[in-house]
């Protein structure tokens, strides 16, 4: 599990240099979206900037004012996701103090 914002840079920083796909699921008590894009900017915690395949998708956020961080690979899925461990490669998910939500989501290839 991630334990500070510093660590969250830091695989941030190794999805952009990989160009590593992500799954971005944005959440909120009113609504929920998915995208799929790579990390673009990760110059600023309270600026990270993902940009999506299709043009115009994209998502900024504020690393730094998030509430919690937390890390998920393959090997340590929560008990009761555990079907999660088939698709998820590596994720970082964030929580905001008004409830929203975002998970980036490195999946595994689709041949594993």
């Known amino acids: 599990m991630i334990s500070s914002t510093e660590e969250a840079i830091l ?3 190794k999805w952009q240099s990989s160009s590593r796909e992500l799954r971005m699921v944005f959440g909120s008590n009113h ?5 799929y894009g790579k990390v673009q900017s990760v110059d600023d915690p309270s ?4 940009i999506g395949e299709e ?4 998502i900024r956020f504020d690393l730094a004012a998030a509430g919690s ?3 998920i690979d393959s090997g340590g899925v929560p008990e009761g996701l555990e079907f999660l461990s ?20 490195a999946e595994k290839p689709s041949n594993q």
């Open 11 to 13: 695989i941030l920083k």
């Open 31 to 35: 609504a929920l979206m998915t995208s």
């Open 47 to 50: 600026s990270i900037w993902c």
């Open 55 to 58: 043009m115009g998708a994209e």
């Open 69 to 71: 961080v937390a890390f």
């Open 86 to 105: 088939g698709i998820i490669d590596e994720s970082i998910s964030m929580v905001w103090a008004d409830g929203t939500r975002l998970n980036l989501v």
